[in-house]
């Protein structure tokens, strides 16, 4: 830490979170990073899903990397919500949470007496959280959601790559991200909504929504009759100016993104682009810049080309792998990253809440629970003496 005190502007909110997968533990970990005590209701004996899944198969001593890069700053709750006595726990939960979480497919929650309207009933102050794939009055309200379906529904995969190339997936979850982050920020919203209102609110989030929402430019201009076509040539996106694209160098690849035909032109000493470079942005010259700047780039190394344009006011920035990210001096100094100590994974290196403020830095308070670890503790919280808790144990309810 820097001497900022741990972040508390949630401080005193309980959140229960009944999620899964990536979008509703990584919303729900936004609001634990801001200081919201979170409890995380998952099913007794190891059986969570993220505990028994990772990415590229990445297990640190058996603890799974996907569980803990979304479930940090929580506490476990394990509880058979198929068992009377485990709803009876999760409804004595609700009555005193402020926000409820989650992320199954519709109809889920109903099955276990958990739904809105009959949560609202239990806590009229209720923050409700529904996050689904297609949204709860979809046609679709049955399929799963998952980020790749999504990106193929949406369009996303679609507008990316050359014409001459297939669709081209974006290379991380990032309509998951997107919708937690979607998701954190209605819980803010509904909060202070109820701050002025003292009622509860029902907060809908989908994925379809949320990878709409990550196209707002281009999809935009579609709906008003823009002809967003790919081309041939390395330029980046359907509705941007040249030389707005990614060229392959000697040994790499060159970004160069919105600059000035005349001022890119002088940079290049390309005298043929002066040619192009009239007033305006030149859109319906994008291939024909292309077709002139590609075959240039090629002749030097990216590094070479970094230290000619950048000085010269050229957007331009290399195409960096991970190890080349991480490395970097500006991300080095944004300090996006915290290596913590968990107790059987060992370090883990994790990125960190996204967002500074002047009050307070969000950290590592909890470590990334193990399956249950607060179980007895948030028992005792809502009222359960020790016979009781024994009692539920014994009788597999958590």
């Known amino acids: 830490m820097d001497g900022r005190p741990p972040l508390a502007i949630l401080a005193g909110v309980r959140v229960v979170s009944f999620t899964q997968f990536l979008l509703g533990p990584s919303g729900v970990q936004f609001l634990a990073d801001l200081g919201a005590d979170v409890v995380k209701v998952e099913p007794p004996g190891g059986r969570l899903w993220e505990r ?40 004595r939960l609700v009555e005193r949470a402020d926000v409820l979480v989650q992320n199954f497919r519709p109809g889920v929650m109903a099955r276990h007496g958990l739904d809105w309207e009959t949560a609202k009933a239990i806590n009229p102050r209720l923050i409700y959280v529904s996050a689904s794939g297609y949204g709860e009055s979809s046609p679709y309200r049955d399929r799963p959601g998952q980020d790749l379906l999504m990106q193929g529904l949406s369009g996303l995969a679609s507008i990316s790559g050359r014409a001459d190339q297939p ?30 209102t003292g009622s509860g609110v029902h907060v809908e989030v989908s994925m379809l929504r949320a990878a709409l929402d990550l196209q707002i430019e281009s999809a935009t201009y579609f709906l008003n009759g823009a002809r967003l076509e790919k081309t041939e040539t390395p330029l980046a996106s359907t509705f941007h100016p040249p030389p707005y694209g990614i060229y392959p160098t000697r040994d790499g690849h060159l970004i160069l993104s919105m600059s000035p ?114 179980t007895d503790a948030i028992l005792s919280e809502l009222g359960y003496d020790d016979a009781a808790i024994a009692r539920l144990r014994k009788d597999g309810a958590v």
Do not use: C
């Not at 640190?60 to 068992?83: C, E, I, P, W, Y």
């Open 261 to 374: 035909l005349a001022q890119l032109a002088e940079a290049l000493e390309l005298p043929a682009l002066r040619d192009l470079a009239k007033p305006g942005w030149n859109f319906e010259s994008r291939e024909a810049v292309a077709r002139l700047v590609e075959p240039l780039i090629r002749t030097r190394a990216t590094a070479a080309w970094i230290e000619r344009l950048v000085p010269a006011g050229v957007w331009a920035a290399a195409v960096n792998d991970y190890a080349e990210t991480f490395a970097d001096p500006a991300v080095q100094a944004a300090d996006a990253v915290e290596e913590i100590s968990h107790p059987v994974a060992g370090p883990v290196k994790l990125l960190r809440f996204p967002l500074e403020f002047s009050t307070g830095r969000a950290g590592v308070r909890l470590m990334p629970p193990g399956p249950g670890q607060h």
């Open 167 to 196: 669709p081209t997936a974006v290379g991380t979850a990032v309509i998951d991200q997107h919708g937690a982050t979607l998701l954190a920020l209605g819980v803010l919203g509904a909060l202070l909504e109820r701050q002025r």
């Open 52 to 91: 028994n899944w990772s990415g590229a198969d990445l297990f640190k001593n058996g603890v799974s990397v996907f569980f803990m890069l979304a479930h940090r700053n929580q506490r476990s709750l394990t509880l058979d919500l198929k068992h009377p006595e485990g709803r009876a726990v999760a409804r």
